[in-house]
């Protein structure tokens, strides 16, 4: 691909990169994307996802007239926006990565795509609208992808984002009742299986500490493996949503 600006936006070396320039990429991408052969595919709609995600819509709700052509516009193209209340503006609902998943699940870009996926909890829904426990959809999707593709390059990425899921899960099941605050979830309500997601949890850290101590995911999993090992509770929430 030869698209000299695609580098500028997403490194992003301009605090606020012109909208016009951005638009007209992701035009450009998704037009290319269109014409192109299926084995090339795959890229250039990563790009322009990752593209997409630089597209700054202004913060107004309900839109203008001239921000709903533009909506629209871009629902035409595939591409949906949702105003999110707590961020206060548009976000990007990841259409072109759920694509990659379902159209080209074998390519480099469909495992990206799978991967960057399961961080964000397999949803990208405002205010947990399909449920606050994703942890547990994370664990399903992330062993069925672990089991199916026993060489994936994204193995360590993947172990790392379930061992949280299932540390998540077996957290959950501590909080003292007495303790909870205003929101907070029922620890009865996940006590069911946490002592076995505990022992996955550590089953998983272990196999990155041991596999890969000095990268990224090695570090991070020492910590908390310690932890757990030792029964202490770590307040793991990356996979279970809050919403006030």
Not at 35 to 53: G, N, V, Y
Not at 69 to 86: I, N, P, Y
Not at 188 to 212: K, L, M, N, P, T
Request: aromatic share 10%; with cysteine.
């Amino acid at each position: 691909m030869d698209y000299p600006s695609l580098s500028q936006i997403l490194k992003g070396d301009e605090p606020r990169q012109d909208p016009k320039i951005v638009r007209r990429l992701l035009d450009s991408l998704l037009e290319a994307a269109n014409t192109a052969p299926a084995e090339k595919k795959p890229p250039l709609l990563l790009a322009a996802d990752s593209i997409a995600e630089h597209l700054a819509l202004p913060s107004i709700v309900p839109p203008s007239p001239e921000l709903q052509r533009e909506l629209d516009a871009l629902a035409a193209q595939g591409l949906t926006f949702t105003w999110v209340e707590l961020d206060g503006g548009w976000s990007y609902q990841d259409n072109l990565l759920w694509r990659l998943w379902r159209e080209y699940p074998t390519s480099e870009e469909g495992e990206d795509a799978f991967v960057l996926l399961l961080r964000q909890g397999w949803d990208k829904s405002p205010c947990c609208k399909t449920g606050a426990s994703s942890f547990r959809t994370v664990i399903q999707q992330g062993e069925e992808f672990l089991s199916n593709r026993p060489q994936t390059v994204h193995r360590r990425n993947v172990l790392f984002l379930v061992a949280q899921a299932y540390e998540t899960w077996w957290s959950l099941s501590l909080v003292p009742e007495q303790d909870r605050e205003e929101g907070d979830p029922s620890p009865a309500a996940y006590r069911e299986g946490a002592s076995a997601a505990r022992e996955r949890a550590v089953a998983y850290y272990g196999e990155i500490v041991e596999a890969a101590p000095k990268t990224i995911e090695g570090n991070c999993s020492r910590t908390p493996l310690n932890l757990v090992k030792e029964n202490q509770d770590t307040h793991q929430r990356r996979f279970y949503c809050y919403c006030d």
